[in-house]
């Protein structure tokens, strides 16, 4: 019997041994599948918006190549937004106290295409990443100052359903009054042929008011009338003069600088502007 028994047991210990091996393989399975799912958990918890989180002037920043998005605290209803052309972070007192009232804040680089075709294209499918992927609403304020004129105009001429306002700090609104029209890159980016092609142009802003003014999209100007880098006479001037006779809103606040100083101290015209002419175009 006692041989039996001497038998029996490397078999029977053999087995334990095995389920013992088996247990152990599940839970030392179980502990790297929970890490697994905590880390993939901790991937798929995006951001609000893509790219590197900041801190911009006390509100959360995001960028992500040339694309720029400061979150207010709270977004008011229907998450309106200002979208500002070149510069950013240059005299901001319109773009934080709008952040303040509950609006986004959003910048897209397109620097040095002047407000060509190929800009808009650029801004064309950023709204559509902010609007349909993000729920911003359907007509921003545009901002632009000195060179961003050109491109806030000119994506707002091609796309008039899709404004809210316009705000222009000393805008260009003509690239024949500043950089120029024998400029390389204007001829470059417009794909003129010769700088006299150029110049016989006339689909620059001051040109092409009429889509703004039937969409009846408010405007306001803050300029500086001693400015000799975009004079108010080759672009503002004659934007307000059109504009009104076609109907259209358009404020200038003249100040007695040149170039410089963009924006005003203290914004609070501009936004006043904005809270009369933009509600209910959100």
């Keep these: 019997m006692m041989r039996s028994e001497n038998k029996l047991w490397p078999g029977l210990f053999a087995l334990v041994m095995v389920l013992a091996m088996g247990a152990g393989t599940a839970n030392a399975g179980e502990k790297p599948e929970t890490k697994s799912a905590e880390k993939t958990s901790d991937a798929v918890k995006d951001p609000a918006f893509p790219g590197i989180k900041g801190e911009w002037r006390g509100f959360d920043i995001y960028r992500e190549g040339g694309n720029t998005v400061v979150a207010p605290k709270k977004a008011a209803e229907g998450k309106p937004w200002v979208w500002r052309a070149r510069f950013f972070d240059h005299q901001p007192q ?3 106290a709008m952040l303040h009232k509950g609006y986004h804040l959003v910048y897209c680089h397109v620097g ?4 060509s075709p190929k800009a808009v294209k650029i801004w064309n499918s950023y709204y559509k990443t902010l609007t349909e992927e993000h729920g911003f609403a359907k007509k921003p304020i545009l901002e632009g100052m000195s060179r961003g004129g050109l491109i806030i105009y000119n994506w707002a001429v091609a796309n008039p359903d899709k404004v809210a306002a316009i705000y222009g700090d000393a805008p260009v609104m003509d690239f024949k009054s500043w950089p120029g029209h024998t400029k390389p890159e ?3 980016m417009y794909g003129f042929k010769s700088a006299e092609e150029a110049k016989a142009f006339k689909l620059n802003p001051v040109d092409n008011l009429e889509p703004l003014a039937k969409a009846g999209i408010p405007i306001i100007h803050v300029v ?3 400015d000799k880098l975009v004079p108010v006479a080759e672009n503002t001037a004659i934007a307000e003069k059109r504009y009104k006779e076609m109907g259209g ?3 200038v606040i003249h100040k007695q600088v040149g170039h410089h100083p963009h924006s005003l101290e203290d914004p ?7 809270e009369k002419h933009v509600e209910g175009k959100k």
């Design 94 to 96: 319109f773009d934080v």
């Design 112 to 115: 040095g295409r002047y407000g």
């Design 186 to 188: 204007i001829l470059r």
């Design 224 to 226: 500086g009338d001693l």
């Design 249 to 251: 809103v358009f404020v």
């Design 268 to 274: 609070t015209p501009i936004v006043e502007f904005m």
